[in-house]
Each structure stands twice: as structure tokens, then as C-alpha cells.
């Protein structure tokens, strides 16, 4: 064989050798990208399942001041009753610290839902931004 033929040949071998190193990378990439859209898909899933969680107990709380709302108050012959069955002083601090109790109790509560809200909207609006940028990735990824 002549000389050249032999370059050709080894210039063809090369050329075979780079195909397939592509094909492997080609494949490995593709192997990547499957791998994070799955893990992608299992967080995204994992964050629906929150907010339709959170959606949950909004609601759930919802009805519930909502019935407290709608609970009657006390009347002022009630609250007289209240106060004329008060004879002594023991009695007027049991009763104030009752209402002081109360009164902190329901602080607590009001904080607490608060502090819920302020967590349910965060949550929400990571749930949001992450569908955002999931929808610009998938977009990106087709053109």
C-alpha cells in the first residue's frame, strides 16, 4: 500500500475514533439532562404537594375564623352576670386572671397565625418561582 493510502486510512481510523467519542458524550449528556428533569419532576412534585398541603390548612383555617367570627358575642346582661357574680376580691382576681389569660392565649393564637401566613405565602411564591423557571427551562431546552 502506498504511502498515502495509509494516511487516508489512519485519518479515517481518527475520524471513526472522534465519532464515537461524540456518540459517548452525546449519550452521556443526554444521560445528565434525563437525570436532573427527573429530579427536577420528583422537587416540583414535592412542591405541589405542599402548596396543595398549605392550600389544605389555609382553607381549614379559614372556616375556623370563620366560625369564630360568627360566634355570638357576649351580651352586656351576660357580661353584668359575669361581673355581679364576682363578690370578692379573690374572686375579681381569678376572674381577672382568667381574662388575662385569655386575652394572652388568644395573642399567642393571632402571632401564630401570623407567623403562618407569612410561611404559607413564601412557600407559595417559591412554588411559583420554581414553576417559572422550570417552564424557562423546558422552554429554553426545546428551542
Known sequence: ???EVVGWLKEIKDLQQQVKAAQVSE???HASAD???KRYEIEAEQRRAE???L???IAQLQTELDRIKNLPAASEAEVETAI???QTVPDLQAKLIEVVRDRNQLAQDLKTEQFNHLET???LTTALGDAVEMLSNLKAAQD
Open 1 to 3: 500500500m502506498s504511502q
Open 27 to 29: 449519550q452521556t449528556a
Open 35 to 37: 437525570n436532573w428533569r
Open 51 to 53: 402548596v396543595q398541603t
Open 55 to 57: 392550600q389544605a390548612t
Open 84 to 86: 355581679s357574680d364576682i
Open 121 to 123: 405565602r413564601k412557600s
